[in-house]
């Protein structure tokens, strides 16, 4: 079992950027691919970004390719999400989450584990 904690998010004005950080304990994330999702105020969770155990394949939503990096520190056990060009559409609470399979995936209930989420908040 894994357990996943965020941070990194907050208030931020449009075409600034974040980096979200998901820590990981209990087990090590080089065993699990992971990802990020968003869930906006009276919306579906949606999925932002994955990436494979082995940190070679990811995986982007279209509206957040080429604005969001994420990427895997296997040896801190940790999951970022580099955040630039930020725009009020991606005011959101975001979260990590871990699966137990070599290949991540976008459908919210295809993972095994979630943090608690971070707010982002978008200013124009």
């Known amino acids: 079992q894994v357990q996943l904690v965020e941070s990194g998010g907050g208030l931020v004005q449009a075409g600034g950027s974040l980096r979200l950080s998901c820590a990981a304990s209990?087990?090590?994330?080089?065993?699990?691919?992971m990802g990020w999702f968003r869930q906006a105020p009276g919306k579906e969770r949606e999925f932002v970004a994955a990436?494979?155990?082995?940190?070679?394949?990811?995986t982007y939503a279209d509206s957040v390719k080429g604005r969001f990096t994420i990427s895997k520190d296997n040896a801190k056990n940790t999951l970022f999400l580099q955040m630039n060009d930020l725009i009020p559409d991606d005011t959101a609470v975001y979260y990590c989450?871990?699966?137990?399979?070599?290949?991540?995936?976008?459908?919210?209930?295809?993972?095994?584990?979630w943090g608690q989420g971070t707010q982002v908040t978008v200013s124009s």
């Open positions: 209990g087990r090590t994330v080089s065993t699990y691919s």
């Open positions: 990436i494979s155990t082995w940190g070679g394949r990811t």
């Open positions: 989450a871990a699966r137990q399979a070599l290949v991540a995936d976008t459908t919210p209930s295809r993972y095994d584990y």
